[in-house]
């Protein structure tokens, strides 16, 4: 039996795929689920149950979350990456590490195969293969919800057909929880005007009163709260589900998908939108204008490449290298207030501010320049005005 490595979720298609693929096929399928984020253990063990139960070989679980934001997050604060100013890129950018990691295991087991269950009408189909066909172009990529063009009823249909029997009914809202983010799809976001309703996001509002979080950042990394040390990734989690009490971070995003066509998706990425924002905000404190500006082109560059699969083009590395090396003087705290459903950014205190009252305050006293210096700069300074305006004055 030829050794198949099916990227499995436990829902329909993937399930599917699971029985149609060592029943049909005759496929020896080992299932394989990468964490990201947000699954407890718990629900990896009834993922684990269903695929064996389907027909699987075994079941893998594979812990990548530290492994995505030493990869992939970090880099998105660093560039404080807002695809279309809007969207923190919570799930595309999981599918990347998700794809290595399933090949990965696809390499060290042996398989001659790999399956997944995206359909021909989305991102992850592109995210997937791209990463397959590079990084082991050697190993054949089936998918059968694409290639026979599936209906859920049919896959239901034949599930029942072979003694499958669970609780296929199709969820009001699609929910995909992630460290950076969770995606909330419906009705509504199929349409250009509809907003998704209070009760589609997974998080509702709990908490009223106004609360006053620290952030501390080290290099651009988030390394305590409150003045509690902690991993980056467990500051993330723990902010999180502080700011979610107060259903911050909830918007619909717009965009271009890979394929060519428009989509328009929910999400509620409390920690990340915090952390971006407040991040940023240390950076207009600490770094040049030109850093800045530089930072800016490069990480929307960074998202736009990451959001359409390309993460293993070498450009990608330079970038990271860039964007690190800006973060050298990125430290100090960020004061956050949280109200219901938004925040505030309150101020920043870091050894590396910029904003150096022995040089003078923006709009008050100059203690580094004369007067006769100010009008001499701005006299140079208007050169290039006023000889364009005389030269464009006389053709005139």
Same mark, same amino acid.
């Given at each position: 039996?030829?050794?198949?490595? @099916?990227?499995?979720?436990?829902?329909?298609?993937?399930?599917?795929?699971?029985?149609?693929?060592?029943?049909?096929?005759?496929?020896?399928?080992?299932?394989?689920?990468?964490?990201?984020?947000?699954?407890?253990?718990?629900?990896?063990?009834?993922?684990?149950?269903?695929?064996?139960?389907?027909?699987?070989?075994?079941?893998?679980?594979?812990?990548?979350?530290?492994?995505?934001?030493?990869?992939?997050?970090?880099?998105?604060?660093?560039?404080?990456?807002?695809?279309?100013?809007?969207? %923190?890129?919570?799930?595309?950018?999981?599918?990347?590490?998700?794809?290595?990691?399933?090949?990965?295991?696809?390499?060290?087991?042996?398989?001659?195969?790999?399956?997944?269950?995206?359909?021909?009408?989305?991102?992850?189909?592109?995210?997937?293969?791209?990463?397959?066909?590079?990084?082991? %172009?050697?190993?054949?990529?089936?998918? %059968?919800?694409?290639?026979?063009? @599936?209906?859920?009823?049919?896959?239901?249909?034949? @599930?029942?057909?072979?003694?499958?029997?669970?609780?296929?009914?199709?969820?009001?809202?699609?929910?995909?929880?992630?460290?950076?983010?969770?995606?909330?799809?419906?009705?509504?976001?199929?349409?250009?005007?509809? $907003? @998704? $309703?209070?009760?589609?996001?997974?998080?509702?509002?709990?908490?009223?009163?106004?609360?006053?979080?620290?952030?501390?950042?080290?290099?651009?990394?988030?390394?305590?709260?409150?003045?509690?040390?902690?991993?980056?990734?467990?500051?993330?989690?723990?902010?999180?589900?502080?700011?979610?009490?107060?259903?911050?971070?909830?918007?619909?995003? &717009?965009?271009?998908?890979?394929?060519?066509?428009?989509?328009?998706?929910?999400?509620?990425?409390?920690?990340?939108?915090?952390?971006?924002?407040?991040?940023?905000?240390?950076?207009?404190?600490?770094?040049?204008?030109?850093?800045?500006?530089?930072?800016?082109?490069?990480?929307?560059?960074?998202?736009?490449?990451?959001?359409?699969?390309?993460?293993?083009?070498? &450009?990608?590395?330079?970038?990271?290298?860039?964007?690190?090396?800006?973060?050298?003087?990125?430290?100090?705290?960020?004061?956050?207030?949280?109200?219901?459903?938004?925040?505030?950014?309150?101020?920043?205190?870091?050894?590396?501010?910029?904003?150096?009252?022995?040089?003078?305050?923006?709009?008050?006293?100059?203690?580094?320049?004369?007067?006769?210096?100010?009008?001499?700069?701005?006299?140079?300074?208007?050169? %290039?005005?006023?000889?364009?305006?005389?030269?464009?004055?006389?053709?005139?």
């Amino acid at each position: 039996m030829k050794k198949l490595v @099916l990227a499995y979720s436990g829902g329909l298609d993937t399930s599917y795929c699971a029985k149609y693929l060592s029943k049909e096929k005759g496929f020896e399928v080992h299932a394989v689920s990468v964490n990201t984020g947000g699954f407890s253990k718990e629900e990896i063990k009834s993922i684990e149950e269903k695929a064996l139960a389907l027909g699987a070989a075994s079941y893998t679980s594979i812990d990548a979350v530290q492994r995505f934001y030493d990869k992939v997050v970090k880099y998105l604060i660093f560039g404080n990456v807002l695809r279309n100013n809007t969207y %923190p890129l919570s799930v595309s950018a999981e599918r990347i590490i998700q794809a290595v990691e399933i090949v990965n295991h696809a390499k060290k087991i042996g398989a001659s195969h790999i399956a997944h269950g995206s359909t021909g009408a989305g991102n992850d189909q592109v995210r997937f293969d791209m990463i397959f066909q590079i990084l082991a %172009p050697e190993i054949e990529i089936i998918t %059968p919800i694409r290639d026979h063009k @599936l209906a859920r009823e049919e896959e239901i249909a034949y @599930l029942q057909q072979n003694g499958v029997d669970y609780s296929w009914e199709k969820a009001k809202y699609s929910i995909n929880k992630g460290l950076w983010g969770t995606s909330v799809g419906g009705d509504e976001t199929l349409t250009s005007h509809l $907003p @998704l $309703p209070e009760s589609a996001y997974p998080r509702q509002l709990e908490a009223k009163l106004p609360k006053e979080v620290r952030l501390t950042f080290e290099k651009g990394e988030l390394v305590a709260l409150d003045g509690n040390a902690n991993s980056p990734v467990n500051n993330i989690e723990k902010l999180n589900d502080i700011a979610s009490k107060y259903a911050i971070g909830r918007d619909i995003h &717009v965009g271009d998908t890979i394929i060519g066509i428009k989509g328009r998706v929910g999400f509620e990425a409390a920690a990340p939108l915090i952390i971006i924002k407040a991040h940023h905000l240390l950076e207009k404190h600490t770094l040049s204008k030109w850093q800045q500006y530089q930072k800016e082109q490069l990480g929307n560059f960074y998202g736009m490449l990451l959001h359409e699969g390309n993460y293993l083009d070498a &450009v990608m590395r330079n970038i990271e290298t860039f964007l690190e090396d800006t973060q050298k003087n990125v430290s100090g705290d960020v004061f956050v207030t949280l109200h219901p459903y938004r925040f505030e950014l309150n101020g920043v205190t870091s050894e590396h501010d910029l904003m150096n009252a022995s040089f003078g305050s923006y709009g008050e006293m100059n203690k580094g320049w004369t007067a006769d210096d100010a009008k001499g700069f701005i006299k140079i300074l208007s050169n %290039p005005g006023k000889i364009s305006n005389y030269v464009y004055q006389k053709e005139q």
